[in-house]
């Protein structure tokens, strides 16, 4: 049972443009959410996080929005940079668990 | 946030053998999780490691295949026992860092292949 689901593996967007990436999740027990970069041979790396007791956090060029009632989180990156290309992981965890459960990743390229 | 060393970065091993990855945090912390990614699949969680207890193991995942060690508060190990080619993955250890706004640092993993 995937709890967390990226369902675009793979996003192409032109510098300078925002990019959308898209998490769904199922389990209505999360409570907190989070979104990694992952570049090859390399752990992934914490880029921001959002409670659910918010909708929309903000990090410079990243936001993260939260749509509770739809179970439906997005990351938007604007504006796009060529070292964004990477790929994209969203997480979910409830409180007192401490472990995370991650979607599959969305592959994005950011093209000159 | 917490630094992570995770070794070997990478290994080839034969079926049958065990490859044990050490990761080393340069704080105390009291929880440390380690990760599987398969190749082309999503992070997993196989157990969390805490100092002084045993390894709390996920569905799917058993002791006797991923044995943990937790001797500190610094220091945990996962070794992958009598490998076949289905255990060839990254694996990630990861702690959660005091300030929950900085989420949960990762080592640069582990690529093992078995052949």
């Known amino acids: 049972d995937q709890q967390v689901k990226q369902n675009s593996p793979s996003l192409s967007v032109q510098e300078g443009r925002i990019s959308i990436l898209n998490c769904d999740y199922t389990?209505?027990?999360?409570?907190?959410f989070l979104w990694y970069k992952k570049y090859p041979a390399e752990g992934p790396t914490f880029l921001i996080s959002?409670?659910?007791?918010?909708d929309k956090n903000e990090d410079g060029r990243f936001t993260v929005f939260l749509n509770k009632s739809a179970k439906h989180l997005s990351l938007h990156i604007v504006p796009s940079q060529p070292g964004d290309s990477a790929v994209y992981f969203c997480?979910?965890?409830?409180?007192?668990?401490?472990?995370?459960?991650f979607g599959q990743g969305t592959r994005l390229t950011i093209n000159p | 946030s917490a630094v992570i060393s995770q070794k070997p970065s990478r290994d080839i091993c034969q079926r049958g053998t065990s490859l044990t990855i050490q990761c080393q945090v340069d704080?105390?912390?009291?929880?440390m999780f380690w990760y599987r990614q398969q190749p082309g699949q999503s992070l997993t969680l196989i157990a969390t490691?805490?100092?002084?207890?045993?390894?709390?193991?996920e569905s799917g995942f058993v002791i006797d295949k991923f044995p943990i060690s937790r001797p500190n508060l610094t220091f945990s190990t996962l070794t992958v026992s009598n490998m076949s080619p289905e255990d060839s993955s990254i694996y990630l250890c990861?702690?959660?860092?005091?300030?929950?706004?900085?989420?949960?640092?990762f080592g640069s993993g582990t690529r093992l292949t078995v052949v």
């Open positions: 990861s702690v959660a860092t005091a300030a929950v706004d900085y989420g949960y640092t």
């Open positions: 389990n209505s027990m999360f409570d907190y």
């Open positions: 959002i409670s659910s007791i918010k």
């Open positions: 997480a979910a965890s409830h409180q007192g668990a401490q472990k995370l459960v």
């Open positions: 704080s105390q912390v009291t929880m």
């Open positions: 490691a805490n100092q002084g207890s045993e390894a709390t193991y």
